[in-house]
Each structure stands twice: as C-alpha cells, then as structure tokens.
C-alpha cells in the first residue's frame, strides 16, 4: 500500500468539517477548566484543613492522565444515572484536567502581587471582594496570560482524545474515514497537517497577544 | 472482584507502561539535549531548520504523532513494533518540549560565565559542556521531572495501539465484569500512585533551588 495523494486531497473537505467542532472544545474547555482551576485555587487559600484536601485534589488531577480521566467521566457517571452527551463528557474532562494546572497557574499569580497590593487595598477601605476583584485580578490576568495561552494550546492539542469517546471532532471524523476506507494512513497525515498548522499559527497569534498585553502594561 | 484484586490486575501491566517509559526516555532525553543544544547554538537558515524539526514534535497532538507513526510508517514500506511506535511517538514528543527546557536554562545562564570560560582559553565546546551545561541541568531538574510525570501519563495512550499496558488491563477487565466505578477509580490511583512520589521530589528539588538562588542573591 502505497501513499495516495489525490486520496488524501480528498478527505480534507471531511476533516475540516469537524474544525468547528475542535474549536468550540478548546474554547469551552479553556473556560471550564479556567472557572474550575479558580475554585480550586481559591478554596486552597480560604482555610487551612480545605487547603490540604484541595491540594490534595489539584495533586491528583495532575498526577493522572487524562485519557483515564476521560474513560472514569465517560463510564463512571452512566453508573450514577447522570448520561451525558459524549461531546459534554469530553468538555469537562478536558476541563478537569486542565484547571488542575491553572490551578498552579493562579497561585504562581497571586503569588506574584506583592501584599502592599493587598494591605493597601485594606487601608483605603476597600472590602475584601473589592480588593480581589478590582485591585488583584487585574494585575493577575497580566501575570497569567502568557501560561493561560499555553494552556489553551495545550488543550487544543489535546482535543484528538476525545476521538476515544466517539465525540466528532477532526481527528475522529479522520479515524472514521479510515475505517470506511481501511486507509489510515491519508487521513492520518492529513489530519496531522491541519493540526500541525492550526497549534502553531495559534501559539503565534497567542504570542501576538501577549506582546500586545506587555507593551500596554509598560504604558 | 474487589478493590485490591483490580488494582492487582491492573499493575499486571505495569511491565509495559514502565518499559514504553523508559524507551521513551531514550528518545526523549537525547532528542532534548542535541536539538536544545542546536537551537542555542545556530543562527538563520540552520536555526530554522532545528526549529521546524522540534516544532513538529512539539505542536503535533501526541495522539496524531502516536497514530501517524502506526498507521502511516507501513505505507512507506517502514514497519516498527507497536512498542517502539509508542515510545518513539510519546519521547520525541516529550522531547520537543524538553530542547525548549535546555535552550531556555542555556539563555538565562549569564553572559559573563560564557565571556569567563573563552578568557581562560577554553574552546567553545568546553565552555558548553563544563560550563553551561552543568549549570543548566541544575536549573531544568525540576522542569525534567515534569516532563518525565508527562511522560508516564502519556503512556496510557499505547493501550489505543493495542499494546497491554495498565489502561489496557483495566479495560480488558471491566470487559469481563460491570464494575465501572470501582476498575476506572482503580487505574486512576494505579497512575497516582506512579506519579504523585515523582511530583513530591519534584517540589522537593524545586524549593531546595529556589532556597539555594536566594542566597546567591544575598551573597
């Protein structure tokens, strides 16, 4: 069996059908797992016996991989009657994942404000939500932008997992094709292309942002 | 089944997710070092070309990486054995990530270790390798143990390309008894247990690094 281009050519218009798809995964999942990481980042500091079990928890999620969390999500949550549709399981596994390390990405944030920030916010009067939110948060999401972009890469790259659970995105829609056709190796290397193309030019534009966010931050 | 005698099963693959880690890390660690080392050292045409190299293992997903190398590697006619297709897949891979860990603890070294070495008489050569080097590895331990903890999750994708490893045990089992919660609740701790002690002596060592950086200040 040899490599057949116009084959190959020929089942890109199927593949990118599933671009959207992809997409919506790595922007859903960058949400979730940014909402979910700040949870548990901010239970980790609110007192000290749910520190521990919150590190305890941001530990294991990272301590594990993700296809066997995916698999537990996919199989578990059926058992406790709570059926969800694939694409939803795949989002917030994605999610789960992911908020373990932007956990760490917040704390490293946080921890990264110096705590005149935080006693003059006292001193002028402002009440603790006012003074995360208006004084702290800002100069966070300059800390944390540049991970956070990583991260969305990460998870953008990560989306081809949930070809496991038969959710169509790219390069399930690609492994399909493949076994309409027992041809693997065309939607494999075309899948593989577009990916390659899609991570880098995102990981640019990430970039881009962030050298946008540092100049403004000078200013 | 009870929980023990799952987690027992479970370990009976053991063998191979350690052995596809370890030929892994044969890929890894030197794939790191040569093209870290490369991307440091060159400039224009050159430098681009180790670039693209280490971007195609870096930003392909490791899944595609994975399938591309067991699906389309035949169809050149190239035919490698299921362990060597997932060590090769998930090493270089992990070792993409690893040269731009050598190439950034080589550029935050200071300028003037490299100016010292040359004003002793030292060739190029043996400024990099009993120079920056040494001081390098120091400073990229911690990111080292990371990526190896990465690597040992990313195993569990071997058991897609068939190969009985700890995820393929678990699902071999819960092939032959309906006991979703407790066989996938058993994988996951089975993967903690492997990765959590790696992540304690990562922190280990980061902080004692942290600590000794301090005192260099100070001094």
């Known amino acids: ?219 | 089944m009870d929980f023990t005698s799952i987690l027992g099963g479970i370990f009976e693959g053991l063998r191979v997710t350690g052995i596809v880690t370890l030929y892994g890390m044969l890929y890894a660690v030197p794939f790191a070092l040569v093209f870290g080392v490369l991307q440091y050292f060159t400039r224009g045409t050159v430098q681009w070309m180790v670039t693209a190299v280490i971007e195609f293992w870096r930003s392909s997903p490791v899944l595609v990486l994975l399938f591309l190398l067991y699906y389309a590697l035949p169809s050149f006619g190239v035919n490698l054995s299921s362990v060597t297709v997932g060590s090769m897949a998930l090493g270089l891979n992990i070792g993409g990530y690893g040269s731009q860990s050598v190439r950034a603890a080589l550029q935050a070294l200071d300028r003037g270790q490299v100016e010292a070495g040359k004003a002793l008489g030292l060739t190029r050569l043996d400024v990099l390798s009993l120079i920056e080097l040494p001081q390098a590895f120091v400073a990229m331990t911690p990111t080292f143990i990371n990526q190896f903890i990465q690597l040992v999750k990313g195993t569990a994708l071997v058991s897609l390309i068939s190969l009985t490893d700890m995820t393929f045990r678990a699902k071999e089992i819960a092939q032959l008894e309906y006991n979703p919660v407790g066989i996938y609740t058993a994988l996951l701790f089975a993967y903690f247990i492997i990765c959590y002690p790696a992540t304690i002596i990562g922190r280990r060592i980061e902080n004692w690094l942290s600590a000794g950086q301090r005192g260099n200040r100070d001094f």
């Open chain 1, 1 to 219: 069996m040899t490599f057949d281009l116009e084959f190959a050519l020929s089942i890109v218009p199927t593949i990118l059908s599933g671009l959207g798809t992809t997409l919506w995964i790595a922007v859903a999942a960058c949400l979730g797992s940014a909402i979910l990481g700040f949870i548990w980042e901010a239970l980790r500091r609110s007192n000290r016996g749910l520190g521990y079990a919150m590190r305890f928890v941001i530990d294991f999620i990272r301590a594990t991989p993700l296809l066997v969390q995916l698999y537990f999500l996919y199989f578990v949550l059926p058992h406790y009657g709570l059926t969800l549709p694939a694409i939803v399981v795949g989002v917030l596994g994605l999610s789960v994942y992911y908020s373990g390390y932007l956990a760490e990405v917040f704390k490293a944030g946080i921890d990264g404000i110096p705590t005149g920030q935080f006693e003059a916010a006292k001193a002028v009067g402002l009440t603790r939500l006012d003074a995360v939110l208006f004084v702290i948060l800002p100069q966070m999401l300059r800390n944390i932008a540049a991970p956070m972009g990583n991260y969305f890469v990460s998870a953008l790259k990560a989306t081809p997992y949930l070809a496991v659970i038969s959710v169509p995105e790219m390069f399930g829609l690609a492994m399909e094709v493949g076994s309409d056709t027992f041809r693997y190796a065309e939607p494999v290397i075309a899948v593989g292309i577009i990916f390659l193309v899609l991570a880098v030019s995102i990981a640019q534009l990430v970039r881009l942002l962030e050298a946008r966010l540092m100049a403004s931050a000078q200013r």
